[in-house]
């Protein structure tokens, strides 16, 4: 497993590959501000290999910069150790709607 995250805007989208963790959201929450929210308003993460509560963060903090340009985004290929951080947290509707 990767202990590294990357965005990588692709196809009108972004793909999210790497570790979303305590370690690695911050610098890919900086790396993502100057970065045009995606085309298609899809973000992938089939690439994700490992997650924590500071990936749900991020997620989150990605929606609320879509609410705040008017845009809209979702997350495609949400990996099933994500889902269930997102159902303990109770906001698993923010980022499957």
């Known amino acids: ?3 590294i995250a990357t ?7 972004w793909l999210v590959v790497g570790a979303l963790t305590m370690d690695t959201v911050a610098a890919l929450l ?11 308003g899809t973000i992938d993460l089939a690439r ?7 990936g749900v963060a991020l997620l989150l903090a990605w929606r609320r910069r879509a609410m705040v ?6 997350f495609s ?6 889902t269930s951080l997102a159902e ?3 906001v698993e509707e923010m980022l499957t709607t």
């Open 1 to 3: 497993m990767s202990d």
């Open 7 to 13: 965005l990588e805007p692709a196809e009108g989208r």
């Open 30 to 40: 900086a790396a993502s501000v100057d970065i045009a929210l995606p085309e298609s």
């Open 48 to 54: 994700v290999e490992l997650v924590d509560s500071a």
């Open 69 to 74: 340009e008017h845009k809209t985004v979702t």
């Open 77 to 82: 290929n949400v990996p099933p150790n994500l």
């Open 88 to 90: 303990l947290y109770a």
